[in-house]
Antibody, heavy 123, light 110 residues
Framework: QLQLQESGPGLVKPSETLSLTCTVS??????????WGWIRQPPGKGLEWIGN???????YYNPSLKSRLTISVDTSKNQFSLKLRSVTAIDTAVYYC???????????????WGQGTLVTISS | DIVMTQSPDSLAVSLGERATINCKSS??????????LAWYQQKPGQPPKLLIY???TRESGVPDRFSGSGSGTDFTLTISSLQAEDVAVYYC????????FGQGTKVEIK
């Protein structure tokens, strides 16, 4: 059974870098045929796609976040990570990692989700 | 960006009655006979759960009271007979051009 688990600090200061990791179990990112992604949800609000990554390291970012964003993959640890620089209060959200459900396909729905982790931006 | 607009923002339906949620995209998400449109259910404190993909294909394990329809720019999620456990927020999601979600529709019991 595929499982995804987000981890990282729950509190980040304004102007600093938000860093999160998603650990995948039940499947191998390096041999997987799937893309992996990040989505966030501000408290009480809707969902916003952040970006996707393939095991090869190819990345695809939300244009509105692209200038501050780095998503990477570590196949040796079966993890992928998110770094969002220069954060402000509007980056406060629950951050989810997820798998894109169509093999080899960037244009895909998300079929498996982590439980999410709340990151608060505050001094 | 493709903008996804759901209606209504919330609805209250009696148990056993039909619930209908609409989703309109600002441009067509139909390509090669496939509509790049999914529906998710999110309960409080939980991640979204995939219900429907390719606009009308039910995910494995999803009850058949959930169905999706529509094509091009107009889509509908129908719950044929609302159950208490269906109280949730429902989101549509286009994956044709990057990824964007609707604002969500809250379904409650009347």
């Amino acid at each position: 059974q595929l499982q995804l688990q987000e981890s990282g600090p729950g509190l980040v200061k304004p102007s600093e870098t938000l860093s999160l990791t998603c650990t995948v179990s039940g499947d191998s990112i390096s041999s997987s045929r799937y893309y992996w992604g990040w989505i966030r949800q501000p408290p009480g609000k809707g969902l916003e796609w952040i970006g996707n990554v393939y095991y090869s390291g190819n990345t695809y970012y939300n244009p509105s976040l692209k200038s501050r964003l780095t998503i990477s993959v570590d196949t040796s640890k079966n993890q992928f990570s998110l770094k969002l620089r220069s954060v402000t209060a509007i980056d406060t959200a629950v951050y989810y990692c997820a798998r894109l459900g169509v093999i080899y396909q960037l244009q895909s729905y998300f079929d498996y989700w982590g439980q999410g982790t709340l990151v608060t931006i505050s001094s | 960006d493709i903008v996804m607009t759901q209606s209504p923002d919330s609805l209250a339906v009696s148990l056993g009655e039909r619930a209908t949620i609409n989703c309109k995209s600002s441009q067509s998400v139909l390509f090669s006979s496939k509509n790049y449109l999914a529906w998710y259910q999110q309960k409080p404190g939980q991640p979204p759960k995939l219900l429907i993909y390719w606009a009308s294909t039910r995910e494995s394990g999803v009850p058949d009271r959930f169905s999706g329809s529509g094509s091009g720019t107009d889509f509908t999620l129908t719950i044929s007979s609302l159950q208490a456990e269906d109280v949730a927020v429902y989101y549509c999601h286009q994956y044709y051009n990057t990824q964007t979600f609707g604002q969500g529709t809250k379904v409650e019991i009347k």
